[in-house]
T-cell receptor, first 110, second 115 residues
């Protein structure tokens, strides 16, 4: 089976750094994705990890530890437009399905 | 290169009617995925299709729901005899393949309201 856990909501201040955690227990693993979803819009791809370690892309970084079944998304220099839901998703062994967590709703305050 | 196109964006149906949701994948993509998102919840996988084949429908309800991806034309998600609980956003995603870091690209979704 697949089980992916994320905090439901987080609040942070503009200009700060926030870390959104994701833990997973899955029957297979072939990569972990982070997506951003603004209210009423489509999810958009942020990052992909398949090996342990940190992937950095501008203000966004994503970390993976396969042995711990753990990932986090790090957002630096927060901006108001970063207020959105952040979805963690694990791809199965066959590579044909993404299983999503419930998403973390991030609110950035001035 | 247009993205994943879904239509209609909004669909209102009365209980007992049929709902047809369409998805045209990105050019060059032959893999289509349908997800359902209830209000305030995450995305739930429904079905994965390639041209003319259903590969994985483990997330599809056993009754009233069906999906197809014909050789020509868009993928269709069909819900027969809709009920209030079917009200949700239905997202379609497409990808060129299943290996590597090929992420899925999502359409804007169809918001189905059953009244």
């Amino acid at each position: 089976g697949q089980n992916i856990d994320q905090p439901t909501e987080m609040t942070a201040t503009e200009g700060a750094i926030v870390q959104i955690n994701c833990t997973y227990q899955t029957s297979g693993f072939n990569g972990l994705f982070w997506y951003q979803q603004h209210a009423g819009e489509a999810p958009t791809f942020l990052s992909y990890n398949v090996l342990d370690g940190l992937e950095e892309k501008g203000r966004f970084s994503s970390f993976l530890s396969r042995s711990k079944g753990y990932s986090y998304l790090l957002l630096k220099e927060l901006q108001m437009k970063d207020s959105a839901s952040y979805l963690c998703a694990v791809r199965n062994n066959a590579g044909n399905m993404l299983t999503f967590g419930g998403g973390t709703r991030l609110m950035v305050k001035p | 290169n247009a993205g994943v196109m879904q239509n209609p964006r909004h669909l209102v149906r009365r209980r007992g009617q049929e709902a047809r949701l369409r998805c045209s994948p990105m050019k060059g993509h032959s893999h289509v995925y349908w997800y359902r998102q209830l209000p305030e919840e995450g995305l739930k996988f429904m079905v994965y299709l390639q041209k003319e084949n259903i590969i994985d429908e483990s997330g599809m309800p056993k009754e009233r729901f069906s999906a197809e991806f014909p050789k020509e034309g868009p993928s269709i998600l069909r819900i027969q005899q809709v009920v209030r609980g079917d009200s949700a956003a239905y997202f379609c995603a497409s990808s060129p393949g299943v290996v590597g870091n090929t992420e899925a690209f999502f359409g804007q979704g169809t918001r189905l309201t059953v009244v």
